[in-house]
Nanobody, 126 residues
């Protein structure tokens, strides 16, 4: 299964920003649709954002739409999640995985052929 290494988390106050990075472990990012998920304490994994293999399409959880932006740089084999205007409810461990994609190249917030890595902790505190 595919696995990724996440970084960039930290402590931030409400309204602050963070940029998370994700690199694949032992393979390249090319042709893989990528998604960011999060898990808050005591809760299930939640899909936050995904980007298609070409980078042309993205999909977001309603609660982060307009605040988070997913992107990819295949030359650097890195995916990013830019998070703006962070809220306390965004506090969670964030993970990067490969996700499913339709034949129309629309990504889906469903993990595919991936295992959860160590993630990166994002804590938003007031």
């Amino acid at each position: 299964q595919l696995q990724f290494v996440e970084s960039g988390g930290g402590l931030v106050q409400p309204g602050g920003s963070l940029r998370l990075s994700c690199v694949p472990s032992g393979f390249t990012l090319l042709q893989h649709p990528i998604g960011w998920f999060r898990q808050a304490p005591g809760k299930d994994y939640e899909g936050v954002a995904c980007i298609s293999s070409t980078g042309e399409n993205a999909n977001y959880l309603d609660s982060v739409e307009g605040r988070f932006t997913i992107s990819r740089d295949d030359a650097k084999s890195t995916a990013y999640l830019q998070m703006e205007n962070l809220k306390t409810e965004d506090t969670a461990v964030y993970y990067c995985v490969a996700v499913r994609q339709t034949w129309q190249a629309l990504c889906e917030l469903t993990p595919d052929f991936s295992s959860w890595g160590q993630g990166t902790q994002v804590t938003v505190f007031s």
